[in-house]
């Protein structure tokens, strides 16, 4: 960041400059900024549409900017964005990890996709299974589906409709950072980040952003605002898995990986990874196994 200030050393004399900021505003129509810190505020023009369609109001934001007559445009915006890791983080010993969701046990659905589910876990050994919500909202249907899954560490991201049964998992709500095996896990069910779908296309799109910006839900919602810190990603996350949108997908982003998992109602396609290596396999429940 050139020649880095804060808003209130801004004069009409200044030509580049950098400033720190929160955005209070976002204008699409006038393809404007408002930010702001602790001395003022300052609109600020930005031309880039695709750039200004991923900016969100309340996030914290860099601007590279510049006069040109009597206004100030950004030539660069910087995200608080992760590291480029040197290192990919990996556990010493082989260990494979299921990530799956979705089964809604509750509505119709091809009864061979939970048959070669159980075909598959009794052929092969795995060592943690993540289970990322969307179960199902009866209690039988929960406590079946975990009593039929391998005696291994099983972990349950309960999505907002599961049933809550008195069953020997480790449950937590919505999202949860973990580590294991020196790795470091952001897992979702996936409702927290909904409404930025609407803005990133995709689900692993939208993750990918969202750790660009280093926060789970960066416009304000008061609803969270007790808990608004622990939305924070902090630490950086080795593996960022999530579930809720039924799209399955993966992509690598300078060492983290971002994965989404499918459904039972739409394409059953979940992934596999070997810690060891960080390997990427796809289980794709339409197959026999």
Same mark, same amino acid.
């Given at each position: 960041?050139?020649?880095?200030?804060?808003?209130?050393?801004?004069?009409?004399?200044?030509?580049?400059? @950098?400033?720190?900021?929160?955005?209070?505003?976002?204008?699409?129509?006038?393809?404007?900024?408002?930010?702001?810190?602790?001395?003022?505020?300052?609109?600020?023009?930005?031309?880039?549409?695709? $750039?200004?369609?991923?900016? %969100?109001?309340?996030?914290? %934001?860099?601007?590279?900017? @510049?006069?040109?007559?009597?206004?100030?445009?950004?030539?660069?915006? !910087?995200?608080?964005?992760?590291?480029?890791?040197?290192?990919?983080?990996?556990?010493?010993?082989?260990?494979?990890?299921?990530?799956?969701?979705? /089964?809604? $046990?509750?509505?119709?659905?091809?009864r061979e996709y939970l048959e070669n589910l159980?075909?598959?876990?009794?052929?092969?050994?795995?060592?943690?299974?993540?289970? /990322?919500?969307? !179960?199902?909202?009866?209690?039988?249907?929960?406590?079946?589906?975990? @009593?039929?899954?391998?005696?291994?560490?099983? !972990?349950?991201?309960?999505?907002?409709?599961?049933?809550?049964?008195?069953?020997?998992?480790?449950?937590?709500?919505?999202?949860?950072?973990?580590?294991?095996?020196?790795?470091?896990?952001?897992? $979702?069910h996936g409702k927290l980040v909904e409404k930025?779908?609407? !803005?990133?296309?995709?689900?692993?799109?939208?993750?990918?952003?969202? /750790?660009?910006?280093?926060?789970?839900?960066?416009?304000?919602?008061?609803?969270l605002c007790s808990s608004d810190e622990t939305?924070?990603?902090?630490?950086?996350?080795?593996?960022?898995?999530?579930?809720?949108?039924?799209?399955?997908?993966?992509?690598?982003?300078?060492?983290?990986?971002?994965?989404?998992?499918?459904?039972?109602?739409?394409?059953?396609?979940?992934?596999?990874?070997?810690?060891?290596?960080?390997?990427?396999?796809?289980?794709? /429940?339409?197959?026999?196994?």
């Open positions: 960041l050139v020649n880095l200030i804060s808003i209130n050393k801004i004069t009409q004399r200044t030509r580049k400059f @950098s400033i720190i900021g929160m955005v209070r505003e976002k204008d699409e129509y006038e393809k404007s900024l408002t930010l702001e810190d602790k001395t003022g505020e300052i609109k600020v023009f930005l031309e880039d549409e695709l $750039l200004l369609s991923k900016i %969100v109001e309340d996030e914290i %934001v860099g601007a590279i900017c @510049s006069k040109k007559e009597d206004s100030f445009f950004v030539e660069k915006i !910087i995200f608080p964005d992760i590291p480029l890791k040197k290192e990919i983080a990996k556990s010493k010993e082989e260990v494979k990890c299921l990530f799956i969701s979705d /089964l809604h $046990l509750e509505k119709e659905f091809k159980y075909n598959f876990l009794e052929r092969n050994r795995l060592d943690l299974i993540f289970v /990322l919500g969307g !179960i199902s909202p009866r209690t039988k249907d929960v406590k079946d589906f975990f @009593s039929s899954l391998p005696k291994t560490q099983k !972990i349950f991201i309960k999505g907002k409709n599961d049933a809550n049964p008195d069953i020997d998992v480790l449950k937590l709500e919505e999202f949860a950072f973990l580590e294991a095996k020196n790795v470091n896990f952001l897992l $979702l930025y779908l609407k !803005i990133f296309d995709n689900p692993v799109n939208t993750l990918l952003e969202l /750790l660009r910006k280093r926060h789970l839900n960066p416009t304000f919602d008061v609803r939305l924070l990603i902090d630490p950086v996350p080795d593996i960022i898995a999530c579930g809720h949108f039924h799209t399955p997908g993966y992509t690598n982003y300078k060492g983290t990986t971002i994965l989404s998992t499918g459904s039972f109602l739409t394409q059953p396609i979940y992934w596999i990874i070997n810690l060891k290596n960080r390997e990427i396999l796809k289980l794709d /429940l339409r197959e026999k196994l």
